[in-house]
């Protein structure tokens, strides 16, 4: 029989330590929607779009009661709607109401791919669609949008960095009666993963099968509960070891569900992102875990060598668990997303400096930070630049998702209700970077050698 | 296809009983039961077969939770445990 301990375990795990998965994402590719008519295409993308997805909440929801784990989301990541752009014309915001209504009338939590790809530059329907995102967040709910600016092979494209600092701002401005939520589901990535089932930045890129199932699992307050029972005097290799085991027990289970919602949906089965992500729930943060293994508050000197080992741990426990990982795989560190960011970041004791600095260690770059609202547009470019050249020089994933607060002052505080949080606005440094972004241009892609 | 129930909390009189007979109704076979009772705290693990069973472990859970009363009470599919704690 399954031992006695492991059972409670596992029931203590998700009921006090908050285990979950946090979400199913459906795949679906839109390359064969597409039509000289944006009318037609809208109409052939809702269709497909409800045929393929229309059991996802149902099917999750089964597993959930079959397993009792909470299965918090489920959404739908598509095509990069600029290629659709590209052979319709029109207003791409008429792409945004189609899937906005989709994804209500099949009840997931979000749809991403309102998306465009320009690494190396502009193809048709890039700039329209990249130019239509504030209008576009602000008329729709469910709708996250993502461009990729850069990547290793192809260098970063500062024409768009350069616009994207103004639409970043102009999303903020044009929903800032909804406390500027338009810029927390705009996401600017370097080096973006094609497969990723986390939102904002989750698009189906042009790589994957037609249909495919993502799965994304959380726990970092399981981390920090397995880590507490560690002894003070445990050296990091034994603190590694107990990540890695229960990064482990984490991944089986989205692997599980992973399966099951495959077979169900009769849909292949993609990856599994080891992402740790955390809540703005007590008992579910990232930070927490690194003040577990011995820092007095996140942002203390020493928090970037904590995060990196969190990082690897949580990849190399996670790998085995699972057979196919994939997505952007390592610990999340959305500041307003989770609670002991939050606290470091109105102490003083986390600031955008450091969080950059954590970014060149884990997944994803800086995430759900509040800046002034009188940040000026090409400081919000610069920021972008700066985690842009992170990710293209250590070949990884990074990405700006910041929230200009529209009309506030450090200090004061946003609150977005939900997975998105609440978070203080925090100091930004406001030296003009001006002359650099108005150059705009391309920076090289970087040399793979003589890695110094 | 088989799932555990697990009961918990203060021991009282019926706990098995009303446990089983949930699980009988149901067409559930019990294949094993771990029960220990510590001081005044019962903990009960039950492995139970579902293949013929009438009605979803959601539906169980409901059952048992509404006739054994005052007991923390949990009824999982047991792949959950395997995937997890087994390679």
Redesign the interface.
């Known amino acids: ?4 301990t ?6 203590k795990m998700i009921q006090e330590d908050n285990l979950d998965i946090r979400t199913i994402t459906m795949g679906i590719s839109l390359l064969d929607c597409a039509d000289s008519s944006i009318d037609a295409s809208c109409q052939k993308i809702y269709d497909k779009i409800y045929r393929l997805a229309k059991d996802l909440v149902k099917v999750g929801e089964s597993i959930e ?5 909470p299965i918090v989301n489920k959404r739908i990541s598509v095509t990069p709607i600029s290629m659709l752009v590209a052979s319709s014309g029109g207003d791409p915001v008429k792409y945004a109401k189609t899937l906005d209504k989709v994804a209500r009338d099949i009840g997931v939590n979000f749809i991403g791919g309102y998306s465009a790809l320009v690494q190396k530059g502009f193809s048709a329907g890039d700039l329209e669609l990249i130019k239509s995102i504030p209008r576009a967040l602000s008329e729709t709910d469910f709708v996250c949008s993502s461009v990729n600016i850069g990547s290793t092979k192809a260098g970063i494209n500062m024409d768009a960095v350069k616009i994207m600092g103004d639409i970043v701002y102009d999303t903020a401005e044009i929903t800032k009666s909804k406390q500027c939520i338009g810029s927390a589901k705009l996401v600017v990535f370097c080096n973006a993963p094609e497969d990723n089932p986390f939102m904002a930045g989750a698009f189906h890129g042009p790589g994957e099968p037609d249909c495919i199932i993502n799965i994304g699992v959380s726990g970092p307050g399981v981390v920090r509960s397995a880590l507490s029972k560690l002894d003070n005097t445990d050296d990091l290799q034994k603190v590694s070891d107990t990540i890695k085991k229960t990064a482990f ?1 984490i991944t ?2 989205g ?2 569900v992973g399966e099951e919602a495959s077979k169900a949906l009769g849909v292949p089965f993609g990856i599994i992102d080891l992402s740790l992500a955390p809540t703005p729930a007590i008992g579910d943060s990232v930070a927490h875990i690194l003040e577990e293994i011995g820092l007095e508050q996140v942002g203390a000197c020493g928090t970037t060598a904590a995060l990196a080992m969190l990082n690897d741990a949580v990849k190399k426990g996670g790998v085995m668990a699972s057979s196919n990982v994939g997505g952007l795989s390592g610990a999340f560190i959305p500041v307003s997303e989770d609670a002991g960011m939050i606290a470091g970041a109105r102490s003083g004791s986390l600031s955008i400096e450091k969080l950059e600095a954590m970014t060149a260690v884990c997944s994803v770059g800086l995430d759900m930070i509040i800046i002034p609202g009188d940040t000026p547009r090409e400081v919000i470019s610069a920021m972008i630049a700066d985690e842009a050249a992170i990710g293209m020089i250590n070949s990884k994933t990074t990405a700006v998702r910041v929230i200009p607060a529209i009309g506030l002052k450090e200090g004061d505080e946003l609150n977005f209700g939900g997975l998105l949080g609440y978070g203080p606005v925090m100091k930004v440094n406001t030296m003009s970077p001006l002359k650099m972004i108005s150059r705009g241009g391309r920076i090289p892609a970087p040399i793979q050698s003589l890695k110094n | 296809m088989r799932a555990v129930i697990t009961v918990i909390g203060k021991d009282q009189v019926g706990i098995l009983a009303g446990t089983s007979a949930e699980v009988s109704k149901a067409r559930g076979n019990i294949v094993e039961v771990t029960q220990s009772v510590l001081q005044d705290f019962f903990a009960m693990i039950m492995l139970i077969d579902i293949t013929e069973m009438n009605i979803s472990i959601d539906q169980l859970r409901e059952n048992l939770k509404k006739n054994v009363k005052g007991m923390d009470i949990h009824v999982m599919h047991e792949d959950i445990f395997n995937t997890m704690h087994k390679i």
């Open positions: 029989m399954i031992n006695m492991d059972i409670l375990e596992t029931i009661k079959k397993y009792s784990v027990k089986r289970v692997q599980l």
